[in-house]
């Protein structure tokens, strides 16, 4: 503890995870040690630039600037901080399994370094049975003096500095107690029921909590396609459901599917799990499939319009998994644009921050500064987004630009009357 009463704490993994956390945590007053390998991002962090776009952060980090510091040594955060946390990537493996090596790579480092007491905080989404077998271990090896808790974290990119600082909840998983209520005191400031429970339990909240949001929304993108074959309304038929406090009206937007760094990996990792130990998990195996398939009957939209799309030329508004950020990982415009390039039409794109990051993650697709010159001369828009400079697009003069009035919005972001009005053939997801 510092002189003020509020705990040195570290990060290892300064990811995105790693950085909103740290960078909150500092926000509470803590200090926060935040450790990374990757020389050039701590490099860079210390000269202020920030490696990821979230709105908000790069302020955050400015006003707390005192109390974060930026560090490739393991040993600053071991010689300064009691509670240390992880926040290393776990991407899934080619099974779909957690690839678990960054973690094991920092439990290798602790023999020697973690000389005192510490408290090792896993904020890393890993299989639940990890942290129990990595207590067992820490227990067998006599590594030092380490307490071992379960801390999994629910932001969502794009607003998870609100997500941080007003939590639904935060859970505790450990098996001592004294452990997770420091970990607990953390937060203590925040107004957020605090779970406390053991270790696979908290493992278990975080998966089964993003498998049952991507539930929702497959089951919603299902709803819609049957809402397109019987002349129903998705939207409508969403806001019916969510007024229905048993149901709740989060996470039914029908769209293009699902993506993102966490949902895909997390569902398959989940059924995974249940597989290795012998169960066979139908469900998320549905929720997996439909999400796919869901990508790409977008293509069969433009099909039933356009004929072949050989030769076509079709922009695509959006790139990032979601708005408000850069991130392209399992974004569905990655699908939906490799589709597209293998059936010979030629693909634009536009979207308001992703592009820096779009050509290592799609190639192929002619990159485009703004709107309009992504939408000269397409045979069709597909709105893949659905970022806020989108909710006014300008129809008048996109309609003079491209060569048939044709868009598909593929997030019901639009409004379907007035994207009519100006002259466009309009088709949403589940809506007529
Ligand atoms: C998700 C969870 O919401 C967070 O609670 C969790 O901490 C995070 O994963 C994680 O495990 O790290 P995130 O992936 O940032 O957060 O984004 P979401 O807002 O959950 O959206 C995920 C995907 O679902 C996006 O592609 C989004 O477009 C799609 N979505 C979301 C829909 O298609 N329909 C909806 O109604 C909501």
């Known amino acids: 503890m510092s002189a003020a009463g509020k705990t040195s704490v570290g990060m290892i993994g300064i990811g995105y995870v790693g950085l909103v956390t740290g960078t909150c945590l500092s926000e509470l007053g803590h200090n926060v040690v935040c450790m990374d390998i990757d020389a050039e991002k701590i490099a860079a962090l210390k000269d202020g630039q920030i490696p990821i776009y979230e709105p908000g952060l790069p302020e955050l980090i400015e006003k707390n600037k005192e109390r974060l510091t930026f560090t490739t040594a393991l040993e600053d955060i071991f010689n300064n901080c009691e509670l240390v946390f992880i926040a290393v990537d776990t991407p899934p493996t080619f099974t779909g399994d957690a690839d678990l090596s960054r973690v094991f790579a920092v439990m290798s480092s602790l023999p020697g370094l973690a000389t005192g007491h510490h408290t090792l905080v896993m904020k890393s989404t890993v299989p639940v049975g990890t942290g129990n077998k990595i207590s067992s271990e820490l227990v067998r090896q006599d590594i030092g003096n380490i307490d071992y ?16 600082l007003n939590p639904d909840r935060v859970v505790i998983g450990s098996r001592d107690q004294e452990a997770g209520e420091k970990v607990a005191a953390l937060y203590k400031s925040l107004k957020a029921p605090i779970l406390k429970t053991n270790i696979p339990t908290a493992e278990m909240i975080k998966y089964a909590s993003n498998a049952f949001l991507a539930t929702k929304i497959s089951f919603i993108n299902e709803i819609a396609n049957v809402c397109e ?7 409508t038929v969403a806001e019916g459901m969510g007024y ?27 059924k995974q799990l249940a597989g290795n130990s012998g ?22 939209k433009l099909q039933k319009h356009l004929g072949t799309l050989t030769d076509k030329t079709i922009a695509l508004l ?13 974004a569905s415009s990655i699908v939906l644009a490799s589709r597209l390039l293998g059936d010979g039409a030629l693909v634009k794109a536009y979207d308001p921050i992703a592009i820096p990051y779009a050509a290592k993650a799609v190639r ?11 939408v000269k001369d397409s045979d069709a828009v597909v709105l893949v987004t659905e970022w806020d400079e989108f909710s006014d697009l300008p129809l008048a003069e996109m309609k003079k630009l491209m060569k048939r009035p044709l868009i598909i919005d593929g997030r019901n972001f639009l409004d379907p009357q007035t994207v009519r009005d100006a002259g466009f053939t309009y088709e949403g997801i589940g809506r007529n």
């Open 364 to 374: 192929g697709i002619l990159l485009c500064d703004n709107i309009l010159s992504a």
């Open 149 to 164: 808790v379960s801390n999994p974290e629910f932001l969502r990119e794009g607003s998870a500095i609100g997500d941080f």
């Open 244 to 270: 229905d406090q048993r149901i709740g009206e989060c996470f039914l937007n029908a769209g293009i599917g699902f993506g993102g760094s966490c949902f895909p990996k997390d569902v398959t990792a989940l």
């Open 318 to 330: 959006g790139l990032a998994f979601k708005p408000n950020t850069s991130d392209l990982r399992e």
């Open 229 to 235: 074959e019987v002349g129903a309304d998705v939207t």
């Open 279 to 300: 169960y066979h998990f139908q469900l998320l195996t549905a929720v997996i499939e439909v999400n796919e398939l869901q990508k790409r009957r977008v293509v069969n």
